[in-house]
């Protein structure tokens, strides 16, 4: 009876006092409610996707237009009332790099323009440059023998020619395309129980075939890239064009992966359908012309990249801190939009959406906005080097941090999460955000991997923090849009980030305002980190 007149006198106390709701790891549903007013009603994501993409994009690491994204954010984060906000440097190690002017077109034996976009990191030409066309096609997966024995009869072949590298590669029709959203039970799969155990599959590099017993070394892929531009610089070929190998004209772009220009020639990568065209005529016995115009620039200063930073101060628990982020530096064949522009967007707006409904969250809530992911997650891993140390390594701030969201997986909506950390801390997150069943957000799960890879969260991950990693519908991000030139500001959708924002400040808030820390691994189940990545 006592117990039961107890129970009833708690229930009405929680009722009456969302603070106590609350402290014991709900969310009021008037405060609920409120979020999602705000998110839908006052939305600023598109606003802030359109300056991020149109006006800044592309966002490439080291280049000046991706500083002047993180000024502006700086900038349009104070205008919304966050306290601190700054750019906080960090060593990038290569100069930046930006292209302003590409033309490229097939003159001979038919004039037509090619579809193309620049390797970053390599240089430009000097004023336009025409030329016929070499195919030259290197042996696949190569020792280092086989490489040189083949560089020696191609020597007389390259000079002054624009040199295709490789045969084209046949991408057959897909039958079977890629749903656009998750159903509920892939969702409640994924989101419940044990997350995922590493990276997307997209994501994982090619390994060239181990070698048998007995047999020479075949060169890895980044190797056989390396020497072939060597070999290109070496006997002055004129401009190297390679294959984007995807289907209706979408180009995946990367970097040369020395990151100096002296160490290319001039490289376009040219759409897949072109590519075929022109190998087509010159296996007809057709000599090909074509012709290019490259305007890259370097920027020395560059070699300092910065994280953009920003805060809503905490009240008793000020010096305890949660953390919401995702990349602001993009590729540039595109303007970056579902990767990451939306990101950035849709964790500044759940910032300025528990901002703007004047809560006062009792934990420091911080958000950061990395540069140098798409270089291998720098910009965050130097951050948490710098603030927080690692588990083997601690500085002072490691036991005051609570939990860092990331997303940057598009557009989709929010679907559920992933946390590094024991199965009570996602159950703490999973039973507070069950009121957003309606949007379509399912749960969370745990993972134990401290692998990294991914996105930024692996580098808290990899620290032993608490990461926690959004995870969305698919809508076309690893088929279209991540990293090619068809990332733009019209592939979002607005209804899907206003409800992933309205999620993710609910869930930052809760972090920031419960009792508790989430639960962390206690020292002697804390999972090993995995060996470093070749
Ligand atoms: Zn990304």
């Not at 405060?31 to 998110?39: C, M, P, Q, S, T």
């Not at 490489?147 to 045969?167: D, N, P």
Request: with cysteine.
């Amino acid at each position: 009876m006592q117990k039961r007149l107890f129970a009833l006198f708690f229930s009405l106390l929680l009722i009456l006092n969302p603070a106590a709701l609350l402290a014991q790891g709900g969310l009021d549903p008037e405060l609920l409610a409120k979020i999602r007013k705000e998110a839908n009603e006052n939305s600023q994501i598109m606003k802030t996707l359109h300056v991020l993409t149109d006006i800044y994009g592309p966002r490439l690491t080291g280049s000046p237009s991706l500083k002047a994204a993180g000024e502006w954010a700086a900038k349009q984060m104070t205008s919304w009332g966050l306290a601190n906000a700054h750019l906080e440097p960090w060593d990038f190690g290569h100069p930046g790099w930006a292209n302003e002017r590409l033309t490229a077109h097939l003159v001979s034996p038919v004039r037509e323009p090619l579809v193309a976009e620049v390797l970053a990191w390599t240089p430009g030409t000097t004023g336009v440059v025409k030329s016929t066309v070499y195919q030259m096609v290197p042996p696949a997966n190569p020792t280092e023998e086989e490489l040189v024995k083949f560089f020696a009869a191609e020597k007389s072949k390259v000079a002054g020619k624009i040199v295709m590298v490789g045969r084209q590669t046949i991408i057959p029709v897909n039958f079977n395309p890629a749903p656009k959203r998750l159903d509920d039970a892939q969702a409640k799969a994924r989101f419940s129980g044990a997350g995922p155990a590493g990276p997307p599959a997209m994501m994982n590099r090619p390994q060239p075939p181990a070698p048998q017993p007995g047999e020479p070394r075949k060169l890895n892929p980044r190797e056989v890239a390396e020497r072939i531009d060597a070999f290109l610089v070496e006997n002055r070929a004129a401009l190297r064009v390679n294959d984007a190998a995807m289907e209706q004209r979408r180009i995946r772009a990367f970097n040369n992966r020395t990151f100096d220009p002296a160490k290319a020639v001039p490289t376009v990568i040219i759409s897949n359908e072109d590519y075929g065209r022109i190998s087509r005529i010159l296996a007809d016995g057709t000599p090909v012309e074509l012709e290019f115009e490259i305007v890259n620039r370097n920027y020395p200063e560059g070699r300092t990249a910065y994280n953009v930073i920003a805060e809503i101060p905490g009240s008793d628990l000020k010096d305890e801190v949660i953390m919401l982020g995702g990349h602001l530096d993009s590729w540039h064949a595109a303007t970056g939009a579902t990767d990451n522009a939306i990101g950035c967007a849709t964790m500044m707006e759940a910032a300025r959406i528990i901002n703007a409904l004047g809560l006062k969250p009792r934990r420091t809530i911080r958000v950061a906005l990395w540069s140098g992911e798409e270089q291998g997650l720098l910009g965050s891993l130097a951050y948490v080097r710098d603030h927080f140390g690692s588990f083997e390594s601690p500085k002072p701030e490691y036991s005051k941090f609570g939990g860092y969201f990331n997303i940057d997986m598009g557009t989709g909506k929010a679907r559920g999460m992933s946390l590094f950390g024991p199965a009570e801390g996602a159950d703490v997150l999973r039973t507070a955000l069950e009121p957003f069943a309606d949007y379509g957000f399912v749960g969370v799960g745990a993972t134990r991997s401290r692998g990294l890879g991914g996105s930024d969260h692996t580098s808290f991950n990899q620290a032993g923090l608490p990461g926690i990693s959004v995870g969305q519908d698919p809508i076309e991000y690893t088929t279209v849009t991540w990293h090619t030139n068809l990332d733009t500001y019209e592939r979002i959708i607005e209804d899907d980030t206003r409800k992933s924002a309205a999620i993710i400040a609910a869930a930052v808030y809760l972090l920031a305002s419960r009792d508790a820390q989430l639960p962390r691994f206690a020292a002697e189940a804390m999972p090993a980190l995995p060996p470093a990545r070749p």
